[in-house]
């Protein structure tokens, strides 16, 4: 089985703050993990993946993540926000399952909020 | 951009009428994948594919069921759509682990 906790359904940071965003996760299996980026009435885009190659991740739009094995973690931080960067933010598991298929799991969901 | 599109983006139906959406792809991804996006829940998968003819069910499956008769064309059916299945339905494709590319979405609304 395989879950995703992203902590704080709502973040509000000032506009030049830092952005951190929380995911925990559970795997029986060695995960890939991602981010997602949602914009209003937007389909989710791809922010940055793991694939178990280095801990810290690098993204697009100046996003990064580190995986943390002995926390469950995948948190998502950005040094400095941008108004650009509001936006509802996932993150996601990825394994094979019990059948040999992939199964994904989201969590549910952080939006962000850029304060001017 | 992954060519995702989904059809139709908009439709107002009522109760007990089945709906059927569409997602149509042009990446020849091997699994697809139909979730619903409601307030509060994030993305919860409501079926999933790994080939042709080959699906199972995600974690609100109940009142849905999908056909996949073509790599391209994933269909998700409301056999009787209920006010509760009002949602935004996206379309997700992808190979095996990698990154999953999204349709732009249907907003469904049940009367």
């Known amino acids: 089985a395989q879950s995703v906790t992203q902590l704080g359904s709502h973040v509000s940071v000032s506009e030049g703050a830092l952005v951190l965003l929380r995911c925990n996760y559970s795997s029986s299996v060695p995960p890939y993990l991602f981010w997602y980026v949602q914009y209003p009435n937007q389909g989710l885009q791809l922010l940055l993946k793991y694939t178990s190659a280095a801990t810290l991740v690098k993204g697009i739009n100046g996003f990064e993540a580190e995986f943390k094995k002995s926390e469950t973690s995948f948190h998502l931080t950005k040094p400095s926000a941008h108004m650009s960067d509001a936006a509802e933010y996932f993150c996601a598991v990825s394994a094979i399952g019990a059948g040999g298929y992939q199964k994904v799991t989201f969590g549910t969901g952080t939006k962000l909020q850029v304060i001017p | 951009d992954a060519g995702i599109t989904q059809s139709p983006r908009h439709k107002v139906t009522e109760t007990g009428t089945p709906v059927t959406l569409r997602c149509h792809q042009t990446e020849n991804h091997r699994y697809m994948y139909w979730y619903r996006q409601d307030p509060g829940h994030g993305l919860r998968l409501i079926h999933y594919?790994?080939?042709?003819?080959?699906?199972d069910k995600g974690e609100v499956s109940d009142g849905y069921s999908v056909s996949r008769s073509k790599t391209e064309d994933f269909l998700l059916t409301l056999e009787s759509a209920t006010s509760s299945q009002t949602s935004v339905y996206f379309c997700?494709?992808?190979?095996?682990?990698?990154?999953?590319?999204f349709g732009p979405g249907t907003r469904l609304l049940v009367l």
């Open positions: 594919s790994y080939g042709v003819k080959d699906t």
């Open positions: 997700a494709t992808s190979r095996l682990l990698e990154t999953q590319y």
